[in-house]
């Protein structure tokens, strides 16, 4: 059975700075992009930024870009996502998301499993 889960989220301090863990087991050897996405209460859910299993690619949205950063461990299979200097708009639902094959990067239908997601709450 394929698994991600996420972890790390917790109540912060605007301009503080967390991370997310994303640890993955099961059917892991096929994955080739690993996303994250966030839900803020009302809104859609939203592409924050991707990286593949092989190199050093990464890929984040213009409204993150400096604040976010995402890394790997390839033998633990897990992702980070690291944000700094948080915002009350940065309070959301947090997912990590695995897609097994190229496809549109910011595409929710492009992964094929997702965690349960990690709340981040930011507070003013």
């Known amino acids: 059975q394929v698994q991600l889960v996420e972890s790390g989220g917790g109540l912060v301090q605007a301009g503080g700075s967390l991370r997310l863990s994303c640890a993955t087991s099961?059917?892991?050897?096929?994955?080739?992009?690993m996303g994250w996405f966030r839900q803020a209460p009302g809104k859609e859910r939203e592409f924050v930024g991707a990286t593949v299993w092989s190199g050093s690619s990464t890929y984040y949205v213009d409204s993150v870009k400096g604040r976010v950063t995402i890394t790997r461990d390839n033998v633990k299979n897990t992702v980070y996502l690291e944000i700094n200097s948080l915002e009350p708009e940065d309070t959301a639902v947090y997912y990590c998301?695995?897609?097994?094959?190229?496809?549109?990067?910011?595409?929710?239908?492009?992964?094929?499993?997702w965690g349960q997601g990690t709340q981040i709450t930011v507070s003013s």
């Open positions: 099961g059917r892991t050897l096929s994955f080739y992009r």
């Open positions: 998301a695995a897609a097994d094959r190229v496809a549109p990067i910011q595409t929710e239908s492009s992964y094929a499993f």
